[in-house]
């Protein structure tokens, strides 16, 4: 059986492109994108053509060219042990441009392999339009403010030690905006912190960060598992952005800094600022508003010890015992044990009967 796949957005991953998807997956209009396609078998399909028309006219059509010896690009991080995992797909790539309509127009295309065709595919138009650097902004608490992010806001005058707002722009196919972004000033000697947990730097200044919870294997860089939409300023200020969508903070510029923020269907966004010369008041105000961390129990504040290679009982009792033997006090020992997830993850306290070693336990045999 022949297969030809195309996934517009693929597998919806963050960071990896697969080569059935379109890649950029939401272009800006007048932007070239590429249409990656995949055949099944290798060498089953012999030519693959792409059809495409705006708003219902004419069709155009586009050759596909068939990339010889493709091959993945692995995430950057991933170990030996997970790139061995994977499964290898006997396939031909194939890719096609095209370029992305006006705003507001609909482009429409479908691909057909040796004259058959497949599932048709749209795109509506979409551009970065420039708003008036306007906010609805108004005082919380002493030194705490919010600002109102909309297509109706006004024009304000930023409060003293706030930065100033010198840009709004909005992402829209002329009738719905998906994102907007907004250009603050900063100083060139102004250093930026926070943003969750990050293993990249401290100081942020110069990169660019997304906000979104991804589970990195290894050399994490500045992914994050535990983001927070929350940047410090070394100039006494600090914003949270009220929002649980992707957004991404740009830091590189000499004397302005952008925030893209994704916004939902009421097509708004907040933010909360802090004033403050101390950053802990700054950070101790922020925690109070979002709510503040359990103090964990006693425990947690003890030695763990973990180690992906401890994936026998008797291995880990080897270790437990170790610890004894050299006086190591050890509060939390972690069974990862990812090789053999199928017979290690046992709950607290369940009941059942034991097995030899070398049989695994079943759903039913748990009460």
């Known amino acids: 059986m022949t297969e030809v796949i195309h996934l517009p957005l693929g597998q919806e991953h963050p960071y990896e492109q697969g080569p059935e998807e379109r890649f950029p ?53 991933v170990g030996a042990e997970l ?35 497949g599932t048709s ?28 992010i909309s297509h109706d806001a006004t024009p304000h005058s930023t409060p003293d030690g706030l930065p100033n707002l010198q840009g709004v722009e909005w992402l829209t196919d002329g009738t719905n905006s998906r994102h907007v972004r907004l250009t603050f000033d900063c100083h060139p000697d102004e250093a930026f912190f926070g943003l969750g947990e990050r293993y990249n730097t401290l100081n942020q200044r110069g990169q660019v960060m997304d906000v979104r919870c991804y589970e990195q294997y290894k050399s994490q860089g500045k992914r994050a598992y535990m983001p927070i939409p ?35 269907p009421d097509e708004q966004l907040r933010l909360v600022w802090f004033q403050n010369p101390d950053p802990l008041e700054i950070i101790g105000r922020f925690s ?14 003890g030695l763990w010890m973990s180690a992906n290679e401890w994936n026998s009982q008797k291995r880990v009792m080897h270790e437990v015992s170790q610890t004894e033997r050299h006086e190591i006090d050890a509060s939390v020992l972690v069974i990862e044990a990812w090789s053999d997830e199928t017979t290690f993850y046992i709950w607290n306290d369940a009941q059942y009967q034991a097995v030899p070693a070398d049989q695994a336990h079943h759903y039913a045999d748990f009460t």
Not at 102 to 112: D, K, Q, R
Not at 122 to 131: K, T
């Open 25 to 77: 997956r939401h272009p800006l209009s007048g932007e070239p994108f590429t249409i990656g396609i995949v055949s099944r078998p290798p060498n089953a399909v012999q030519q693959v053509t792409v059809h495409s028309r705006i708003n219902g006219q004419t069709a155009t059509i586009t050759s596909a060219r068939r990339l010889d010896n493709w091959q993945p690009e692995s995430e950057h991080g």
């Open 83 to 117: 790139i061995a995992r994977r499964v290898q797909i006997e396939q031909d790539v194939w890719q096609a441009q095209l370029i992305a309509p006006p705003p507001g127009a609909t482009l429409t295309y479908w691909i057909e392999a040796d004259s058959v065709a």
């Open 121 to 148: 595919h749209e795109i509506v138009g979409v551009e970065w339009q420039s708003a008036p650097a306007s906010s609805n902004i108004r005082p919380l608490e002493d030194s705490l403010w919010e600002m109102g």
């Open 230 to 264: 929350f940047l410090l300023s070394s100039h006494h200020y600090g914003v949270y952005v009220d929002s649980a969508r992707w957004m991404q903070f740009d830091l590189t510029g000499e004397h302005t800094w952008t925030l893209d923020a994704e916004l939902g």
């Open 288 to 301: 109070r508003m979002t709510g503040q961390p359990v103090l964990p129990p006693l425990w947690a504040f």
